[in-house]
């Protein structure tokens, strides 16, 4: 089992830049793919961005794809999201999610994955 703490979300102007991180806890953080995910007030949770086991595969959401990387410090048992050129519409909860790894998989579906973490929010103002 695995437990996850998001930071660093807050409130940012459109055309700025925030940084998420979630912090895993447990011995075997490399075990898991991981995922971004995202939920704005009346709408469904939506997937972001996802990253394999060993941070060479990655998988993104056509409205993030050349705003947002994802990255993971495996020995730091953290991934990243680097959000650049938010908009208003970026405006959700984020939640990072893990489900153990399987070759050649990166899932996109929330219900694939296995552990969440509460989310942090982010705000883009315009």
């Known amino acids: 089992q695995v437990q996850l703490v998001e930071s660093g979300g807050g409130l940012v102007q459109a055309g700025g830049s925030l940084r998420l991180s979630c912090l895993a806890s447990?011995?075997?953080?490399?075990?898991?793919?991981m995922g971004w995910f995202r939920q704005a007030p009346g709408k469904e949770r939506e997937f972001v961005a996802a990253?394999?086991?060993?941070?060479?595969?990655?998988y993104y959401a056509d409205s993030v794809k050349g705003r947002f990387t994802i990255s993971r410090d495996n020995a730091k048992n953290t991934v990243y999201l680097q959000m650049n050129s938010l908009k208003p519409e970026d405006t959700a909860v984020y939640s990072c999610?893990?489900?153990?790894?399987?070759?050649?998989?990166?899932?996109?579906?929330?219900?694939?994955?296995?552990?969440w973490g509460q989310g942090t929010q982010v705000t883009v103002s315009s």
């Open positions: 999610a893990a489900v153990i790894a399987r070759a050649g998989i990166i899932p996109a579906r929330s219900v694939e994955y296995a552990y």
């Open positions: 990253i394999n086991w060993n941070g060479l595969s990655t």
């Open positions: 447990g011995r075997t953080f490399s075990s898991y793919t």
